[in-house]
């Protein structure tokens, strides 16, 4: 359980992009887990239970709210740590910003199977959706991110004369 | 010959600029259009699905913190001996 808590909490600061909102969440998640703890079937997997509790709570939030990204009050996820080995704040900054501007249900899909660990079927269970819904989400979700993020793919432009000319040093076009 | 019309062998006459060009895709990006039609679809290369996993991942293990202090007293509660939750 104890386990579980930091990647749940990292989940509920990437839905909500807002660390006290995602804390509130973890609590009320939490709380919620106590009082239903007769619900949980012991060999069943512990994470993706608390992790399906976390999402409904936001979904049932956000659809009060309908403002999920910003939020002024609390501090904002991008003014978490960032830590020698983790990537320079800009780039965190940055591919937290592209991310706040996908759909939530891309978002969580990405998240989830990206990130958290989860296969696609147990994503599926944790967003009550079927797998082929959380793949195209999720194959949808990186193509937003790429475009948001322009990450291109070298190898994806061919044999393009200009382009090979550059790669190889060879007959440079100007 | 209306070649002109259609985007193609103009000399940049003001003419041209009357009509209403349609969407034309120049023969020389053809491989611009690939991309962008595998974008599309979604399925991007594998040079793109490396450096989104890198990045999602660093971006997720940046917010990977210790504990709170305020959940520790609810997950001794799930955790104590008895718990359904202590079984994992």
Request: with cysteine.
């Amino acid at each position: 359980m104890l386990a579980a808590v930091p990647g749940l909490r990292a989940f509920a600061i990437s839905l909500s992009g807002n660390v006290d909102r995602a804390d509130d969440l973890v609590q009320e998640t939490l709380l919620r887990a106590l009082a239903n703890i007769d619900s949980f079937e012991p060999g069943t997997n512990m994470s993706a239970w608390l992790f399906t509790i976390l999402r409904n709570l936001f979904r049932s939030e956000y659809r009060k709210r309908r403002r999920e990204v910003e939020d002024g009050d609390g501090r904002l996820a991008g003014n978490l740590k960032s830590q020698a080995e983790q990537p320079s704040h800009l780039e965190f900054e940055e591919f937290r910003a592209a991310l706040a501007k996908l759909p939530p249900d891309q978002r969580e899909a990405l998240i989830l199977v990206g990130a958290s660990g989860f296969s696609y079927e147990e994503a599926a269970q944790i967003c009550d959706s079927a797998v082929g819904t959380i793949k195209s989400r999720v194959n949808r979700a990186r193509t937003r991110l790429a475009q948001l993020l322009n990450i291109e793919d070298v190898r994806e432009i061919g044999p393009d004369s200009a382009t090979q000319a550059v790669l190889t040093g060879q007959d440079a076009v100007k | 010959m209306k070649r002109g019309a259609n985007g193609e062998g103009t000399n940049g006459e003001g003419e041209e600029m009357k009509y209403r060009k349609p969407v034309v895709t120049p023969v020389t990006s053809i491989e611009h259009s690939t991309i962008q039609r595998r974008k599309a679809s979604g399925t991007l290369g594998p040079d793109i699905l490396e450096k989104l996993g890198k990045q999602l991942r660093g971006y997720y293990d940046g917010l990977i913190e210790p504990v709170p202090e305020r959940f520790m007293k609810i997950l001794r509660e799930l955790d104590k001996p008895g718990s359904k939750g202590s079984s994992e």
